[in-house]
């Protein structure tokens, strides 16, 4: 592989090609005879405002309960999420989902129960077969390397995937062994 064709036929060539497609990238791979054992997850996410409230030091809240609390300057909090595996490209925003994201956030912000709701938004996640991203490069198709599959894990652990296939990409090598990350793994 020496790069890719966009949409409009304009050839970009390229050594090397990193796919980070998220969970759109099946469909990529698909003409290329590469399946890829993404699936997408969906989450919803709210954003409230605190008007008033200065929230710019707010801490960020990571429970282990799979939810977050995240504060702006703008006296904004964005609470998420929810990891609805199997829900395909839905993005409709549920009556349940809403719910679980509140109930989980005033379960350890109870202040943020004066808050207006101003925004939701769905995301969806890539989700691999297990819980190992899919990193490294496609087998058998020279010049592609894969990034996916890092699910809800995507904004903390994106930052290191990253400067591992850039260390693959630039000197053939990484600090770590990839092979327990294999992208095309089912």
Same mark, same amino acid.
């Given at each position: 592989?020496?790069? *890719? !064709?966009?949409?409009?036929?304009?050839?970009?060539?390229?050594?090397? !090609?990193?796919?980070?497609?998220?969970?759109?990238?099946? @469909?990529?791979?698909?003409?290329?005879?590469?399946?890829? $054992?993404?699936?997408?997850?969906?989450?919803?996410?709210?954003?409230?405002?605190?008007?008033?409230?200065? !929230?710019?030091?707010?801490?960020?809240?990571?429970?282990?309960?799979?939810?977050?609390?995240?504060?702006?300057?703008?006296?904004?909090?964005?609470?998420?999420?929810?990891?609805? =595996?199997?829900?395909?490209?839905?993005?409709?925003? =549920? $009556?349940?989902?809403?719910?679980? *994201?509140?109930?989980?956030?005033?379960?350890?912000? @109870?202040?943020?129960?004066?808050? !207006?709701?101003?925004?939701?938004?769905?995301?969806?996640?890539?989700?691999? &077969?297990?819980?190992?991203?899919?990193?490294?490069?496609? $087998?058998?198709?020279?010049?592609?390397?894969?990034?996916?599959?890092?699910?809800?894990?995507?904004?903390?652990?994106? @930052?290191?995937?990253? $400067?591992?296939?850039?260390?693959?990409?630039? =000197?053939?090598? =990484?600090?770590? &062994?990839?092979?327990?990350?294999?992208?095309?793994?089912?």
């Amino acid at each position: 592989m020496r790069g *890719v !064709t966009l949409e409009n036929g304009m050839a970009l060539e390229a050594d090397e !090609t990193v796919l980070a497609a998220g969970a759109w990238a099946p @469909p990529l791979l698909a003409p290329l005879g590469l399946e890829l $054992a993404v699936q997408p997850q969906r989450g919803q996410i709210l954003h409230l405002r605190l008007p008033g409230v200065d !929230t710019r030091h707010w801490p960020v809240l990571l429970p282990m309960s799979s939810h977050y609390l995240l504060a702006f300057d703008d006296s904004r909090v964005v609470v998420g999420a929810t990891r609805e =595996t199997g829900s395909g490209f839905d993005h409709r925003f =549920t $009556a349940a989902g809403i719910r679980q *994201v509140l109930d989980n956030a005033l379960g350890v912000a @109870p202040g943020l129960a004066d808050a !207006t709701l101003h925004e939701m938004r769905i995301g969806f996640r890539p989700m691999g &077969p297990d819980i190992r991203p899919l990193l490294g490069r496609a $087998a058998g198709l020279e010049g592609l390397v894969i990034a996916n599959g890092l699910g809800a894990g995507g904004l903390t652990m994106g @930052p290191y995937a990253g $400067a591992l296939l850039a260390q693959l990409v630039l =000197t053939g090598r =990484t600090e770590i &062994p990839l092979e327990p990350y294999d992208p095309l793994r089912r």
